[in-house]
């Protein structure tokens, strides 16, 4: 599974394996599996719980985001369509540009500010362990 960090590993994106058919011992737990029945991607194996999911809707030329958590570890997949995410490190300033597509999964570490920027419309879910807090939500314009 290939595993790119960005600020200092702050942000980390994962692109997650496509395995044809049933996968076999040494699969990765993070997986696309595509079977007869249609694609199985599985986007989280761990411990830790998830209390809160969203399903976000990609819609072209459109902007979600241009905020920061200080609380939450946000996870996005996506299920199809393509993002151009740019991050920003609230405390060194240090910023990058992360380009999603289908089949990818970004982990952002909270202090990260972040902007969804749609580059193909589509569909992904955020996903979090802790509830939807709006008190959490702190104004960052990035783009």
């Given amino acids: ?15 997650l394996p496509v395995i044809s058919g049933r996968p076999g011992p040494d699969a990765p737990a993070l997986k696309r599996l595509l079977l007869a029945q249609g694609e199985l991607a599985q986007v989280h194996a761990s ?8 399903v976000l809707e990609l819609r072209a030329g459109c902007v979600r985001g241009n905020h920061y958590h200080k609380v939450k570890r946000e996870r996005v997949y996506v299920l199809q369509g393509g993002l151009s995410v740019v991050v920003e490190d609230i405390q ?24 969804f920027q749609t580059v193909e419309p589509g569909q992904a879910i955020e996903f979090a362990q802790v509830q939807f807090d709006a008190a959490d939500i702190f104004p960052y314009p990035l783009v």
């Fill in 1 to 15: 599974m290939a595993e790119t960090a960005y600020l200092s590993g702050k942000v980390v994106k994962w692109s």
């Fill in 47 to 54: 411990d830790e719980g998830i209390r809160y999911m969203a």
């Fill in 92 to 115: 060194t300033k240090a910023r990058d540009s992360v380009r999603l597509q289908t089949g990818d999964l970004l982990l952002m570490l909270p202090g990260t500010a972040h902007a």
